[in-house]
C-alpha cells in the first residue's frame, strides 16, 4: 500500500492512518485464544524472534499500546476492545514471567499495563502493574556500588528496569521505585566510561565495544541522564557526560554529519543507522541530555547524527547499516520515530519532509494479506539475510511500525494534535509537534 507524496498534508495522514489501521488487521489474524497475540499468523510462519508472548519487545505488551494508539488516532472503541483483550492477558501471565528486564521481562509488562490502566480507567491493570514491579524492586540485589540485577548497566539489563521504574514510580505514585532506581544508577555512575563492555554480545568477538544504545554506552548514558532529569544529582550528569564524550571520540565525523561504529575495534567501518546501535538511538542519548542540561551542543550532536542519515541514501539506498529492515529497532521505522522528534523539538522542516519520506517508504513496503490486513516482511539479523520473516511485535514487527507511522500521522496534524505513546526510552515530546505551531 502507498501514501501519495503529492497529496496534502491532511491527506497524506489519513493514508499512513490507513496503513497503520492495516496493521491492526493482520495482528487481529494472529489473535490467540489466551487473549494474546502470536509473533507470526501466516501459515507455517516463524517469527524472526524465540518466543516471547509477554514480551514488550515482541509480545502482547507492545501490541496493546499500537492498539490504544490507534483508538486514540481513529475514535474508535474496537481498538479499545482489543487493547483490553491484551491486558487481562497480561494480567494473568505476569506471574509466570522470571525475567526482569525492560524490552524482554517484568518491567515492560508493567510499563504496559500502567499505560493502559490510565488509558482505559482500569483499576486491576495498574494493580498488575504495581504487583508485577513490586516484585522486580524485590528482586533487586546488593551489586558492588549499588543495587542491580544483573550487573549489564545497558539498556538491556539494568537500565532499561531503572527507566521503567521511573516511569512506574512517576504513574504510579511509588516513590520508593524511583529511590531504588537511583541507587540501580549508582553503580553505572561509578565507571569510568558508562556501558563500555568487552565481549558481552552475542556474535561480537571477545574484546569489542559497543558505544550503541540498547546494548553500549549511549544507552547506559541516556539512563544516567534520566536519572539527573530526576534527581537533580550532579553524579549522574557527570556520568552521562563521560559515556557521550566516549561516543563523541569514536564517531566518524564528516562536515555537519556523524556516524557512530556499531562496536570497536573490529567494526569500526560498520555504521548502524537505527535505533538498537546505531543513529536513531545514539541521537536519543544526546537529546536527552540536551532535555534535562540544556546544553545545545548536545542538541548539535543529535542533529549530526540525522545529517549522517540524511546523507547515507537510505531509504532509497540499502546501506550495511541499514538493509532490508522496517522495524523499530534496527529499521525505517525507529528511523520515523527519530526524525518525527527531531521536528517537534527543532520546527525545521527538513525533518518532517524526511520523516515522510521514510513512512512512505514503510507504508510501500507493506503486504496485504487478502482480507485487508497489511504486515511487513523482512530480514531481520543482517548475517542472516535468507531469513525473511514478517512480525506482529512492537520491535521487531507490525505493531512498532504502526505505532511509528501514527507518530508522524500525528505531526503531520497540528490542528488537532495529539498525545502519542511514546517508551521510556524515547526522549522526544509525546505531542509530536512544535509549541510554536500548538500556540498558532
Known amino acids: 500500500?502507498?501514501?501519495?507524496?503529492?497529496?496534502?498534508?491532511?491527506?497524506?495522514?489519513?493514508?499512513?492512518?490507513?496503513?497503520?489501521?492495516g496493521a491492526a488487521r493482520w495482528i487481529r489474524a494472529a489473535a490467540a485464544g489466551d487473549g494474546g497475540?502470536?509473533?507470526?499468523?501466516?501459515?507455517g510462519g516463524r517469527s524472526a524472534l524465540a518466543p516471547g508472548p509477554a514480551s514488550l519487545y515482541a509480545g502482547a505488551p507492545g501490541i496493546v499500546l499500537f492498539f490504544l494508539e490507534l483508538a486514540a488516532a481513529t475514535g474508535e472503541e474496537e481498538y479499545l476492545r482489543d487493547a483490553r483483550a491484551g491486558c487481562r492477558y497480561l494480567v494473568s501471565a505476569w506471574r509466570e514471567v522470571a525475567d526482569v528486564t525492560f524490552h524482554h521481562g517484568l518491567s515492560g509488562i508493567a510499563a504496559a499495563l500502567c499505560e493502559a490502566g490510565w488509558v482505559l480507567g482500569d483499576g486491576v491493570a495498574e494493580e498488575a502493574a504495581a504487583a508485577a514491579?513490586?516484585?522486580?524492586?524485590?528482586?533487586?540485589?546488593?551489586?558492588?556500588?549499588?543495587?542491580?540485577?544483573?550487573g549489564d548497566p545497558a539498556l538491556r539489563g539494568d537500565g532499561g528496569v531503572v527507566l521503567a521504574l521511573l516511569r512506574a514510580s512517576a504513574m504510579l505514585g511509588v516513590p520508593a521505585y524511583a529511590e531504588l532506581a537511583a541507587e540501580a544508577g549508582a553503580r553505572a555512575a561509578r565507571l569510568a566510561v558508562p556501558g563500555h563492555r568487552f565481549g558481552d554480545c552475542p556474535g561480537l568477538p571477545a574484546d569489542a565495544v559497543t558505544p550503541g544504545f540498547l546494548a553500549g554506552t549511549a544507552g547506559t548514558a541516556y539512563v544516567l541522564a534520566r536519572l539527573y532529569g530526576v534527581t537533580g544529582q550532579e553524579r549522574f550528569l557527570a556520568a552521562a557526560r563521560r559515556g557521550a564524550a566516549f561516543v563523541r571520540a569514536v564517531s566518524v565525523v564528516s562536515g555537519g554529519s556523524a556516524l557512530v561504529p556499531h562496536h570497536l575495534p573490529q567494526g569500526r567501518g560498520l555504521h548502524y543507522l537505527g535505533f538498537c546501535s546505531g543513529s536513531a538511538g545514539v541521537a536519543r542519548m544526546f537529546y536527552e541530555l540536551y532535555r534535562v542540561a540544556g546544553d545545545p551542543g548536545d542538541l548539535e550532536w543529535a542533529e549530526r547524527l540525522a545529517a549522517g542519515v540524511m546523507a547515507s541514501g537510505v531509504p532509497r539506498r540499502r546501506v550495511p547499516g541499514l538493509w532490508d529492515t522496517a522495524c523499530q529497532c534496527c529499521g525505517l521505522a525507529g528511523l520515523v520515530e527519530l526524525f518525527a522528534g527531531l521536528w517537534a523539538v527543532t520546527a525545521r522542516r527538513a525533518y518532517l519532509d524526511f520523516?515522510?519520506?521514510?513512512?512512505?517508504?514503510l507504508a510501500g513496503r507493506a503486504s496485504g494479506d487478502g482480507g485487508g490486513g497489511?504486515?511487513?516482511?523482512?530480514?531481520?539479523?543482517?548475517?542472516?539475510?535468507?531469513?525473511?520473516?514478517?512480525?506482529?511485535?512492537?520491535?521487531?514487527?507490525?505493531?512498532?511500525?504502526?505505532?511509528?507511522?501514527?507518530?508522524l500521522e500525528a505531526a503531520l496534524r497540528a490542528e488537532r494534535a495529539r498525545r502519542v505513546v511514546l517508551l521510556p526510552d524515547n526522549p522526544f515530546p509525546e505531542i509530536p509537534v512544535p509549541a510554536g505551531m500548538l500556540r498558532e
Open 355 to 361: 520523516a515522510l519520506v521514510l513512512g512512505v517508504e
Open 1 to 21: 500500500m502507498s501514501v501519495d507524496p503529492s497529496r496534502s498534508a491532511g491527506e497524506r495522514a489519513d493514508g499512513l492512518l490507513r496503513v497503520a489501521a
Open 133 to 150: 514491579m513490586d516484585r522486580v524492586a524485590r528482586s533487586a540485589r546488593r551489586l558492588e556500588g549499588g543495587a542491580g540485577w544483573s
Open 37 to 43: 497475540w502470536l509473533a507470526n499468523p501466516d501459515a
Open 374 to 407: 497489511l504486515r511487513w516482511y523482512q530480514a531481520y539479523r543482517r548475517l542472516r539475510p535468507g531469513e525473511v520473516s514478517a512480525d506482529t511485535g512492537y520491535m521487531a514487527g507490525a505493531a512498532g511500525i504502526g505505532a511509528a507511522l501514527l507518530h
